[in-house]
């Protein structure tokens, strides 16, 4: 029968650093995992603070990408009544909803080449 030891007598593995997390994930995984603009990236890596950052600016892009394309359609509906034409009501919603997926894709862009960045920078610091 074998006996182990006690669990005092086994030394503790060393916590990883930040860099060493980073630099031993597979960029392509984290980049495209930012791809969908939900953060999983930045999970994947454990940045928190990346991803949280990044939701945020997610949310303001497209609340105000869609604030600003209502604006734009409302005003032209405007002019439009005013030059005697018919309101187009439907474009609003289709207006509204084309701004915020364009925030969503520039964000989610922008999170997905910061990702890949941040393998190559955390590599470069470890001389990877």
Do not use: H
Not at 57 to 80: D, F, P
Request: aromatic residues 6%; hydrophobic residues 50%.
């Amino acid at each position: 029968m074998t006996s182990f030891p006690p669990a005092s007598a086994i030394p503790a593995a060393p916590t990883p650093s930040r860099d060493d997390l980073v630099a031993s994930s597979a960029g392509w995984l984290a980049v495209s995992l930012n791809l969908g603009c939900q953060g999983a990236g930045y999970i994947y890596q454990r940045r928190w603070k990346a991803f949280w950052i990044g939701g945020l600016a997610a949310v303001g892009t497209a609340v105000v990408l869609a604030t600003g394309s209502a604006l734009l359609v409302r005003n032209s509906t405007l002019i439009g009544q005013l030059q005697g034409q018919e309101e187009t009501s439907e474009l609003t919603a289709g207006a509204v909803m084309v701004g915020a997926y364009a925030g969503m894709l520039a964000v989610g862009i922008g999170s997905a080449v910061e990702a890949g960045l941040a393998v190559n920078r955390a590599r470069r610091r470890l001389g990877r």
